[in-house]
């Protein structure tokens, strides 16, 4: 089947029960999945481009790069590397996180990567004050973005339930690198308290990827991004995806947009079904 919007990816976070990371409202599973696993999903869906969560690719060095990017030419497919699942950089007070960071890019390089998402916290990183992680970022991704353009490669930070969008935004400003922008998560600025249309309009002009999801909020979930935020397929959940495509196309982006599951609603348990159904949601979106 054709890919009419042209820039459809998936990230394997979707699948990340099959890769045997269990979330606290999820129950386990049956199936166990490798990256190749994932990569023959990717293809008999008919994309083109995947992002691979570097945390299911224990083995992921200098050794295997080559074996990977021939299965990734051999399928067609395009790779981004998501680095950092879950705490990232731990606001940037982690030394050896930024180390493993800096050894992941030139492995990008060599498997093929134009960009590579990276995170610099996760929830339980909210609770640091605002301003101090910002202060210990900054010069930490101003390192990292001057190797990455050595390399010719991109950076995309997202926003990953760490900060709220105003923030993210002041952050990419201050690092002042051409080549960092943000991997804009439709739900995680909600977890936040961020307004969904204003923290698209906020990012809009940083915006190089997008993880695009649906979800169905909770009620009580709200004012804790830790909580139970289940995702939906595309188009079921609450959130305007449409609203969102069409200002990025307005403005000619040019990047993909990533499907990507995260803890799945109860009605909606299975993620692989949750995926296929999104996949031909956005197929169907004429633009």
Not at 38 to 63: C, E, I, K, S
Not at 89 to 94: R, Y
Not at 212 to 233: M, R, T, V, Y
Request: net charge negative.
């Amino acid at each position: 089947m054709p890919n009419r919007l042209g820039r459809i990816g998936l990230d394997s976070f979707s699948y990340h029960r099959y890769f045997g990371e269990i979330g606290i409202y999820e129950q386990p599973t049956s199936i166990h999945w490798t990256t190749d696993d994932f990569l023959r999903r990717a293809h008999d869906l008919g994309l083109d481009a995947v992002a691979l969560q570097t945390v299911y690719m224990p083995d992921f060095n200098a050794d295997t790069v080559g074996d990977l990017r021939h299965k990734l030419d051999e399928l067609g497919l395009e790779p981004t590397i998501s680095w950092g699942h879950r705490p990232g950089l731990e606001g940037g007070t982690n030394p050896a996180k930024v180390a493993d960071l800096m050894r992941t890019l030139p492995l990008a390089k060599t498997l093929g990567c134009s960009l590579v998402r990276f995170v610099c916290g996760d929830m339980l990183t909210w609770a640091i004050p605002v301003e101090e992680r910002l202060r210990n970022l900054k010069p930490i991704i101003q390192d990292t973005a001057a190797e990455a353009a050595r390399l010719g490669l991109s950076l995309a930070i997202e926003n990953h339930a760490d900060l709220a969008m105003r923030d993210i935004v002041r952050l990419v400003e201050s690092v002042g690198a051409d080549n960092v922008g943000i991997c804009f998560d439709t739900v995680n600025c909600v977890r936040v308290g961020d307004v969904f249309a204003d923290a698209v309009h906020i990012a809009l002009p940083h915006i190089r990827m997008v993880h695009i999801k649906d979800l169905i909020a909770l009620p009580e979930s709200k004012g804790n991004p830790a909580a139970f935020w289940p995702s939906a397929p595309l188009g079921r959940g609450q959130l305007d995806l449409i609203g969102m495509i069409e200002q990025l196309e307005g403005i000619g982006y040019a990047g993909r947009y990533f499907v990507e599951m995260a803890y799945m609603h109860p009605a909606y348990s299975d993620e692989d079904a949750a995926v296929a159904e999104s996949v031909e949601y956005l197929r169907q979106l004429a633009l």
